[in-house]
C-alpha cells in the first residue's frame, strides 16, 4: 500500500495551526521529548482510541523513525482520515533542529 508521506523539509516553520500532529509512539519515547503541541496515542492503542480523532483533520503522523507512524497513517487512511507520515521520524525533526517539548 502506497502511504502519504511527507519530510521535515516539505513541512512549513512553524506548522500550520490546522495541522494536527498525531504521536504514536510508547509513553518512555513521549516523555523523552515530542513536538509540541502534539496528541499522543500509542500505536497499540489507536484502534480503541480512533474516535478520539477528528477524521476531518489534516493529521501529520509521527513516530521515532518512521516506521510505526507509516503503519498508522495506512491504517487510518483506511479509515477515511486524512493523514500523511512523518518520513524519519522524530530523530529527522530533532536532526532538522525542529522544537520538541517533554
Same mark, same amino acid.
Given at each position: ?47 480503541? #482510541? ?5 477524521? +476531518?483533520?489534516?493529521?501529520? =503522523? $509521527?513516530?521515532?523513525? /518512521? *516506521?510505526?507512524? @507509516? #503503519? ?5 487512511? +483506511?479509515?477515511?482520515?486524512? =493523514? $500523511?507520515?512523518?518520513? /524519519? *521520524?522524530?530523530? @529527522? ?10
Amino acid at each position: 500500500m502506497d502511504v502519504p508521506t511527507t519530510t521535515v523539509a516539505d513541512l512549513p516553520d512553524p506548522l500550520p495551526d490546522d495541522l494536527v500532529v498525531l504521536d504514536v509512539r510508547e509513553p518512555h519515547e513521549w516523555d523523552a521529548g515530542h513536538v509540541p503541541g502534539a496528541v499522543h496515542v500509542p500505536l497499540g492503542d489507536l484502534p480503541t #482510541r480512533v474516535g478520539e480523532l477528528d477524521p +476531518q483533520a489534516r493529521t501529520l =503522523v $509521527v513516530c521515532h523513525l /518512521g *516506521g510505526r507512524s @507509516a #503503519r498508522a497513517t495506512a491504517w487510518l487512511g +483506511q479509515q477515511g482520515h486524512d =493523514v $500523511v507520515n512523518l518520513a /524519519g *521520524g522524530m530523530d @529527522a525533526w530533532e536532526a532538522a533542529g525542529r522544537p520538541t517539548e517533554s
